[in-house]
């Protein structure tokens, strides 16, 4: 079992960067690939990014591809989500979740963090 807690969300301007950040607690971190996923107030959550077990392979959605970067530091249970160019469409709440099988549907991970909010203004 594995337990996530996000940090790093806020308060950005349009154009502006935050860096995320996904700790996890226990000693099989590096068994895990790492998603992040969004959800905006009345919309459903949607997958934005996902590094495999040791950060050989990302996964971007189309929407973010280009702005968004994803990395893992195995040694610190850590996975950041670098978000530049942000836009205003991109507020949300922000989770990461963890599987052991690359998924893009929020029902193929078995772990979730709390969320960090995420708000870009104009």
């Known amino acids: 079992q594995v337990q996530l807690v996000e940090s790093g969300g806020g308060l950005v301007q349009a154009g502006g960067s935050l860096r995320l950040s996904c700790v996890a607690s226990?000693?099989?971190?590096?068994?895990?690939?790492i998603g992040w996923f969004r959800q905006a107030p009345g919309k459903e959550r949607e997958f934005v990014a996902a590094i495999s077990r040791f950060g050989g392979s990302t996964w971007f959605a189309d929407s973010v591809r280009g702005r968004f970067t994803i990395s893992r530091d195995n040694a610190k249970n850590t996975v950041y989500l670098q978000m530049n160019s942000l836009k205003q469409e991109d507020t949300a709440n922000y989770y990461c979740a963890a599987t052991t099988l690359y998924a893009r549907d929020s029902g193929g991970y078995n772990y979730w963090g709390q969320g960090a909010q995420v708000t870009v203004s104009s």
């Open positions: 226990g000693h099989t971190f590096s068994t895990y690939v």
